[in-house]
């Protein structure tokens, strides 16, 4: 039987995984979504398929019953900002990013933006996963990644964002000093084993969940997986209902 995204039981782990779409087709794309069939339902869309193909993959795949994670990191003036949500909104996706960084006046109209459309949620980015701290020091930024990612997130929070992408390892401080009233997005997720290719910052899928991750987004794990709905399953196991 086959259930679209909005359908799925509240407690169901499928909830919890966002596969990352980061091909440059829309048939890469149709394949992997296909191959991973009712393992997942939201899927991540970002700069690369994006830019590749436009907004009708997004549309394509709101059309299916998934629920689509637009991650483009919108970080600009707050009127560009604002009117970049908008047009997301439009096109039916769940999920957006915008930087954190881009300060309280750019969060705000982000946030507002995303007022008319409910169940859209506006996620700030903090510290990319790629980072490390020897690479905020480089560009000056003062503290460490731990610091970082929570004074971020507190800003973010305070301008109206429903939640934060930041790695796992600065989940449960996340929790402990901001509460549970947020989501957390976590990139960066390897399963045991796996190698960690371009991120500095990972952590299983267990892990993740367990410091207090809502979601946790794995693309090619899953993607060039032999059998992506199988490796799809096996990280549904870890990690629970």
């Given at each position: ?8 039981h509240p407690g169901d782990p499928r909830h919890k995984l966002i596969v990352a779409l980061d091909v440059s087709s829309a048939a890469a794309a ?78 705000r109209a982000a946030a507002d933006a995303a007022k008319a459309t409910p169940n859209l949620m506006v996620l700030a980015v903090t510290v990319l ?109 870890q990690i629970g209902s």
């Open positions: 039987m086959s259930y679209r995204g909005d359908e799925l149709q394949k992997i979504v296909a191959a991973v069939g009712d393992s997942a339902f939201t899927y991540k869309v970002g700069m690369q398929l994006y830019t590749a193909e436009g907004p009708h993959v997004v549309r394509d795949l709101v059309a299916s019953g998934r629920r689509v994670f637009l991650d483009l990191k919108y970080h600009d003036i707050p009127n560009t900002v604002g009117a970049a949500v908008s047009e997301a909104a439009k096109l039916g996706v769940s999920m957006l990013t915008v930087h954190a960084s881009g300060g309280d006046k750019m969060l996963t790629s980072l490390g701290g020897s690479d905020l020091e480089k560009i000056g930024v003062r503290g460490s990644v731990e610091d970082t990612v929570v004074r971020l997130a507190t800003i973010a929070l305070g301008n109206g964002c429903q939640g934060v992408v930041a790695s796992a390892r600065e989940a449960s401080t996340l929790r402990a000093d901001l509460g549970d009233k947020f989501a957390i997005v976590t990139p960066g997720v390897r399963p045991a084993g796996s190698h960690a290719a371009d991120q500095v910052r990972v952590v299983t899928p267990a892990e993740a969940i367990a410091s207090g991750a809502s979601y946790i987004v794995v693309g090619r794990p899953i993607t060039e997986a032999a059998d992506p709905a199988a490796e799809a399953r096996a990280i549904l196991s």
